[in-house]
């Protein structure tokens, strides 16, 4: 595929905005990404869209070491022919990209590629490399550096019904300062909002 890509972060999120909790048995995620999905089929045709079109996956690399690629070669296993689950095996067959400023990961995975250097150049060679949509769905640390600088061109958050209490956050000034604007909500029968947001 030929042309530079474009990077969309997908995130879930609390209602409180955070992407993690530091509060004890707070229980603010619908799914924690797990064998058992509570997310309505709305929802579920609505992610397996996004990983449709998609081109590749950026992805940090504390994300790879700590097993998201492995996570997800197991779910597509278990789930042969489920058309719910095609986003699981979308993630084994597209390219992936790793950024790392610490070395290689722990292990080495299929159409997997490691970037080191500055962020900035190395979502640039990971969009050419792409040639379309890269999806980018974390850790909370590179998602935060990539709207920092601006180089998400587009933002998706699926806003879950239920509060973290205290953890990371991926937002701050910096949403304002590159010009983010609302592209649409969507409301999923589980109670989860998908918000929008696209670069001026």
């Known amino acids: 595929?030929?042309?530079?890509?474009?990077?969309?972060?997908?995130?879930?999120?609390?209602?409180?905005?955070?992407?993690?909790?530091?509060?004890?048995?707070?229980?603010?995620?619908?799914?924690?990404?797990?064998?058992?999905?509570?997310?309505?089929?709305?929802?579920?045709?609505?992610?397996?869209?996004?990983?449709?079109?998609?081109?590749?996956?950026?992805?940090?690399?504390?994300?790879?070491?700590?097993g998201y690629l492995g996570h997800w070669e197991r779910m597509a296993a278990l789930h042969p022919g489920d058309g719910d689950w095609e986003f699981a095996r979308a993630i084994g067959a597209l390219p992936k990209f790793t950024v790392s400023r610490a070395g290689r990961p722990l292990q080495e995975w299929p159409r997997t590629e490691v970037l080191t250097g500055?962020?900035?150049?190395?979502?640039?060679?990971?969009?050419?490399?792409?040639?379309?949509?890269?999806?980018?769905?974390?850790?909370?640390?590179?998602?935060?550096?990539?709207?920092?600088?601006?180089?998400?061109e587009e933002l998706r958050l699926f806003v879950n019904p239920g509060f973290a209490g205290a953890g990371s956050r991926v937002s701050g000034p910096w949403l304002v300062e590159h010009g983010y604007r609302s592209g649409g909500v969507s409301a999923y029968g589980c109670g989860v909002v998908e918000s929008r947001w696209s670069r001026e």
């Open 118 to 152: 500055e962020l900035a150049d190395t979502v640039a060679r990971a969009k050419q490399a792409a040639g379309g949509r890269l999806l980018c769905f974390g850790g909370a640390g590179l998602v935060a550096s990539l709207l920092r600088e601006g180089l998400a």
């Open 1 to 66: 595929m030929g042309g530079t890509g474009r990077l969309v972060v997908a995130m879930q999120v609390s209602a409180d905005g955070f992407v993690d909790s530091e509060v004890p048995g707070a229980d603010w995620q619908l799914w924690n990404w797990g064998p058992d999905w509570p997310w309505s089929a709305d929802l579920r045709a609505s992610f397996n869209a996004l990983l449709a079109g998609a081109s590749g996956i950026l992805l940090s690399r504390p994300m790879t070491d700590e």
